[in-house]
C-alpha cells in the first residue's frame, strides 16, 4: 500500500509540474516586461523544487503519514482538494504526451524533407561566444550548433493556379545575442541562399543585443529573392531594445517591414497579400482589405497565437515562429516550454486550420542556447494549387474518356 501511496503522491508532483509549467507558458505568450517574467520564472523554479519535499514531509511523513503506512482517510479535505488539484494535471499530461505521440502532419502537406547540417563539424569547433548562458553549449546532445534545412510542400487549396510552385524561405528567431557566433549564421545564409526560393520571409526575434546590429547586413543583407523579401519584429526585438534600429538596419538592406500592414506582392497575373503582425507586443493586426484584389493572404505572425484571428481574415498560409519547438523536446512527454496561451500545441510544425494553413518555425536561436531533439532550422515551403491539380486530373479524366479503348469493338 506504501508503494501505491507513493506513485500517487509521485503523480501529484508530477501534475503539479504541469500546471506550473502550464502557467509559465501561458504568462510568456503575453506582453509582459523581462522583468516580471524574469520574476514568474523564479517562482516556478522555487515551486517545482519545493513541492515534492513538501509532499514527501506532508502528508508523506507527517500527518497522515502516507509513506509510513498511514491511512488516506487522514488526510483533511484540503489536502484531498490540493492533491485532486495535481491528479487533473497529471491526467493532462498524459492527455497531452499522448497527443503529442499520435501527432501526424496535415494533410495538405504532400513532401517533407530534412537535411542536416553540422556546423560545428563543418568549423570544427562550436561557434560559440561570449554571450549569456554560455555554459548552456556543453550540455550533452546539444544541438544547438546544428540546423535542419527543411523543405516542405504544400497543395494549398486557395492557391491560385497561376501561383502553383511559389517558394518561401521561412526563417525566425535568430536571436542575435552573441553567444552563437556569426560564423553560424553565416553558415545559415549560404544554406538559405542556396534554396532559391522565390520569396523570403523572417518572422521575428531578429536581435536581442543592439550592439550585434552590424550583423544584419552581413547575413541577412546577403539575401535575395526574386519576388520580395519581408520581416516583422518579435517580442525580444521589442524587449530588450527599442525595435526602431533593428528595422532601420533591415529595411537598410532591402527588407520591406509589413508590421501591422498588407501590401501587395503581384506576380504572374496575380496578387498575394503579404500582412504582418506582431501583436500582443507591438502594433496592430494588418487590413487585408488594403489589398482589395488579393487571392491570396500571406500573414507573417511572430507568434502562432494569432490564428483565431487569421482564420477569421480568411488567411491562406501563416507563417510563424516565437515557439522555438520548445527547444528541449523530452523523450516521452514531447515539448514542455512553449511561450503560447496554446501551450505546446503549436511548439512547431504544420497545421491545417482551414481556411488558413500555418506553420510554425522552430527558429533558429534563443536567449539560451540550448536545443535537446529540437534542432534550429531553416524551411523553403514550396505551394502547390490544388486548383492546378484538380484542372489536371479532369482534362485526364476527358482524355481517357475520349480515348479509343482496346476493349470496345
Ligand atoms: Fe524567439
Known sequence: MTAVNAL???????????????AINRLHARRLRESVLKGTRHVHDVLILLFPLVLLWWPGLSGPRLLLGGSWTDLPTFGWVLLGVCWL????????????????APSVQTAYE??????ETRLGRKPLADGP???????????AFQFDVVERTFRLPGLPAALDGLSILHLSDLHYIGTLERAFFDEVMAASRELEADVAVVTGDVVDDNRLLDWIPATLGTLSAPLGRYFILGNHDWRYDQPGPIRDAMTDVGWTDVAGRAVPLSHAGETIGVGGDERPWMGDAPNFDDVPNATFRLLLSHTPDNLGWARRQRVDLM????????????????????PSRFGCRYAAGAFDRPPTTLVVSR????????????????????????????????????????APSMMEP
Do not use: M
Open 8 to 22: 500517487l503522491l509521485f503523480l501529484a508532483v508530477a501534475g503539479h509540474t504541469k500546471i506550473v509549467v502550464e
Open 89 to 104: 494535471g497529471a491526467a493532462g499530461l498524459a492527455v497531452s504526451s499522448v497527443l503529442w505521440w499520435t501527432r501526424s
Open 114 to 119: 530534412s537535411n542536416v547540417v553540422d556546423v
Open 133 to 143: 548562458y554560455r555554459w548552456l553549449a556543453n550540455v550533452p546532445g546539444n544541438q
Open 319 to 338: 507563417l510563424s515562429g516565437h515557439n522555438h519547438g520548445g527547444q528541449v523536446v523530452l523523450p516521452v512527454f514531447g515539448p514542455v516550454y512553449s
Open 363 to 402: 527558429g533558429l536561436s534563443g536567449q539560451h542556447p540550448l536545443r535537446l531533439n529540437c534542432r534550429p532550422e531553416i524551411a523553403k515551403l514550396v505551394l502547390r494549387s490544388a486548383a492546378i491539380e484538380e484542372e489536371h486530373a479532369a482534362t485526364a479524366a476527358v482524355a481517357s474518356h475520349a
